[in-house]
Every structure is written in C-alpha cells, then in structure tokens.
C-alpha cells in the first residue's frame, strides 16, 4: 500500500495538480470520512498563515472529535494551495467551481479517487475514499500492532469497531503474541 500512496503522490506532484494532492494527503494521513474531508476549512488548518502540524476536527458522522497530525510534505502543499490565486478569499479548502455549492461533494471526491488509482494503474474498484481514510490507521496497526492507539486515531468508541475496520483475524494476532518473549 505505502507504494501506491507515493506513486499516487508523484503523479500528482510531477502534474503541478496542487488541490489533488492536499486533498490525497490529507485523505490519506487524515483518518477523516470523505464526506468530513471535502468540508474541511482553510481556517481549520491555517492559523496566521501558519500550516498547523496537528489539527482536531469534529466528525460528522459521529459527532466525535478526531485529531491528525499534518506532515511537512502536506504542510508545504497546503500552503501552496492556499496561496494561489483562486483561493484567495475562500472559506472551504477545496471549494467547488459550482456557484451555490460551497465546497467539492464526497462523490465528486470518490471520482478523484477512482481517477488517482485508475492513473497507476491499479483495479478502481478495490480502493475509494474509505479506504484512503484506512491507510495511515491500517500502517499504524501494521507497525504497532497496537488497537487502542488505532480507535483513539480514528474517533471509534468501541473496540470491536476498530477491529472490524481493520480486518483483524486471529492469525493476526497469533503472530503478535509470537513476536514477543517473555
């Protein structure tokens, strides 16, 4: 998964397609909804002019505060973004080209995202903006094997949610009861 992530970056890098690539990292590093993400403010993450490292939104779905840390490769896209011509003045991060339509739809974004995968040749059908708001969860998980770290990450209330997100199995966990001696 890492290498389609960068291949999907440098896509959208080498394209000087600057709105698609905060919204793909932010897609993948945020843990955010789809319908969270295209709804995101300029002042949720700008403060002063100033690219937060670390931003706490309130999700839609559940109401409950997430927080996600923002990198120095999304940082420097985002002030970019936010610096070029045609967001100046604008409220929402990625604000949509439709008057009256204050921001980009989820579905518009579940279009973005079958167009990235399609780009790098992947299967469309395997991926979409729920599994972009997976991947930094499932590599947390991966490395750590730590759950609770992972719910806290995503705003889950309960544990079997989280364990259900992830597609953990009983091998899974065998093999990190194996990894550790006592």
Same mark, same amino acid.
């Given at each position: 998964m890492p290498r389609h992530v960068w291949a999907i970056r440098v896509r959208l890098e080498l394209a000087d397609n600057l709105r698609d690539l905060v919204l793909f990292n932010l897609a993948t590093v945020s843990k955010l909804r &789809?319908?969270? %993400? *295209?709804?995101?403010?300029? #002042?949720? %993450?700008? *403060?002063? &002019?100033?690219?937060? @490292?670390? *931003?706490?939104?309130? +999700? #839609?779905?559940?109401?409950?505060?997430? +927080? =996600? @840390?923002? &990198?120095?490769?999304?940082?420097?896209?985002?002030? $970019?973004?936010?610096?070029?011509? @045609?967001?100046?003045? !604008? !409220?929402? %991060? =990625?604000?949509?080209? =439709?008057? &009256?339509?204050?921001?980009?739809? $989820?579905? +518009? !974004? $579940?279009?973005?995202?079958?167009?990235w995968v399609t780009s790098i040749g992947l299967e469309p059908s395997a991926f979409g903006t729920h599994s972009m708001r997976r991947t930094k969860a499932d590599l947390i998980y991966r490395k750590t094997g730590n759950l609770r770290a992972v719910q806290l990450l995503l705003g889950h209330t309960k544990m079997d949610s989280t364990v259900r997100y992830l597609g953990v199995e009983l091998e899974d966990a065998l093999a990190i009861a194996e990894s550790i001696e006592l």
């Amino acid at each position: 998964m890492p290498r389609h992530v960068w291949a999907i970056r440098v896509r959208l890098e080498l394209a000087d397609n600057l709105r698609d690539l905060v919204l793909f990292n932010l897609a993948t590093v945020s843990k955010l909804r &789809g319908c969270d %993400l *295209v709804c995101l403010k300029v #002042s949720d %993450l700008l *403060v002063g &002019g100033i690219v937060r @490292e670390r *931003v706490t939104i309130t +999700q #839609s779905k559940t109401g409950h505060p997430v +927080q =996600f @840390e923002v &990198g120095d490769l999304s940082r420097k896209a985002i002030s $970019a973004w936010c610096a070029r011509p @045609e967001m100046t003045g !604008c !409220c929402d %991060l =990625f604000p949509s080209r =439709f008057h &009256g339509v204050p921001h980009l739809s $989820a579905r +518009q !974004c $579940a279009r973005m995202v079958r167009r990235w995968v399609t780009s790098i040749g992947l299967e469309p059908s395997a991926f979409g903006t729920h599994s972009m708001r997976r991947t930094k969860a499932d590599l947390i998980y991966r490395k750590t094997g730590n759950l609770r770290a992972v719910q806290l990450l995503l705003g889950h209330t309960k544990m079997d949610s989280t364990v259900r997100y992830l597609g953990v199995e009983l091998e899974d966990a065998l093999a990190i009861a194996e990894s550790i001696e006592l």
